[in-house]
C-alpha cells in the first residue's frame, strides 16, 4: 500500500514559477513510475508528466514540454513537478499518482487506469 500526500501549491502571476512535492509512504516507492495529472474546473483529469523508478526516463504532454520537470529522490520517498513559465490554463488540481503494477520498470505510464495510487491533489492557480 501506498499513501501518496501532495504538497506545494498555491497562487501565482502568469510567468512565474511553482515547484510540487509528493511524499509517498511505503518501503517500495522507489520501484514505482509515479505521474502527474491535473484537473481544471469543468475538464477532465489530464495527464502531465511521468518518471520512471529509477528517474532516468521521463515524458511529458506537449503543453508542458519545456516549462515543467518532473524528478524524483527516492531517498526521501519524494517526486517533484517544478514548473516554470506557468500560464493561466495551467490552472487546476494537480495529483500525483504511482504505478505500483511495474515494479523497476522503465515504462512512463500515461493513462489514469495504469496507475494504482492517488494522492488528494493540491491547487494551482496562475492569474493573468
Known amino acids: 500500500q501506498v499513501q501518496l500526500v501532495e504538497s506545494g501549491g498555491g497562487l501565482v502571476q502568469a510567468g512565474g514559477s511553482l515547484s510540487l512535492s509528493c511524499a509517498a509512504s511505503?518501503?517500495?516507492?522507489?520501484?514505482?513510475?509515479m505521474g502527474w495529472f491535473r484537473q481544471a474546473p469543468g475538464k477532465e483529469r489530464e495527464f502531465v508528466a511521468a518518471?520512471?523508478?529509477?528517474?532516468?526516463?521521463?515524458y511529458y504532454v506537449d503543453s508542458v514540454k519545456g516549462r515543467f520537470a518532473i524528478s524524483r529522490n527516492n531517498a526521501k520517498n519524494t517526486v517533484y513537478l517544478q514548473m516554470n513559465s506557468l500560464k493561466p490554463e495551467d490552472t487546476a488540481v494537480y495529483y500525483c499518482?504511482?504505478?505500483?503494477?511495474?515494479?523497476?520498470?522503465?515504462?512512463?505510464?500515461?493513462?489514469?487506469?495504469?496507475?494504482?495510487?492517488w494522492g488528494q491533489g493540491t491547487q494551482v492557480t496562475v492569474s493573468s
Open positions: 499518482a504511482a504505478d505500483g503494477s511495474r515494479p523497476d520498470s522503465d515504462y512512463t505510464p500515461t493513462r489514469e487506469y495504469e496507475y494504482d495510487y
Open positions: 511505503g518501503r517500495t516507492f522507489s520501484r514505482y513510475a
Open positions: 518518471i520512471n523508478w529509477s528517474g532516468g526516463k521521463t
